[in-house]
């Protein structure tokens, strides 16, 4: 009985002119009821994902417990073990860290000589890209922009010829 209540509400409500609202605040109910259906399913894979992340974690623990317990009882056995864990894992681990102060000195340390092929010149770049000067006699000095000359000579001739072809 009550089915038939139900349907004699749409009918008459069918009929009558506020019917536009009322499928509309149907749609939005819908609309709600599917958002919450979503957000549910999500929390579910996100649930299942860490349940698998912690159970991953787990088992590598365990590797590591075992090739430490077996790392003191021979040296050898350590160095097997320690391939046992996947290498991405470790240079993730690595990338993730802050660099120490010492790792940051020695790279900055390293100097060296890099072409511009555009000016024929040498530049000095020091560690992540600093351009250090160079001190140089005023031969010297002269000497390098008489290269470089040249080479901003043949470089804009070898452009002019490609446009030429090019045309």
């Known amino acids: 009985m009550g089915k038939e209540k139900s349907k004699k509400r749409r ?14 605040s149907r749609e939005k109910k ?3 009821k599917l958002k919450k259906k979503l957000k549910k399913e999500q929390k579910k894979t996100e649930k299942i994902l860490k349940r698998k992340l ?10 590591l417990r075992v ?6 009882a021979d040296e050898h056995n350590k160095e097997e073990t320690s391939a046992d864990i996947p290498l991405e894992l470790m240079e993730r681990s690595k990338a993730m860290a802050p ?9 900055q340390s390293v100097i060296r000589r890099v072409q511009d092929e555009e000016t024929g010149r040498y ?7 600093e351009v250090l000067e160079e001190i140089v006699s005023r031969d010297r000095h002269i000497q390098i922009n008489r290269q470089a000359t040249m080479a901003d000579g043949d470089f804009f001739q070898s452009q002019t010829i490609q446009k030429q072809k090019i045309v």
């Open 11 to 24: 009918r008459s409500t069918s009929s009558s002119s506020s019917s536009s609202s009322s499928d509309s």
């Open 30 to 32: 819908k609309l709600r």
């Open 54 to 63: 912690k159970e991953e974690k787990k088992k590598l623990k365990k590797k």
């Open 67 to 72: 090739a430490r317990s077996q790392s003191n």
């Open 99 to 107: 660099m120490t102060k010492e790792e940051w000195e020695k790279r």
């Open 123 to 129: 530049r000095l770049i020091k560690g992540d890209g």
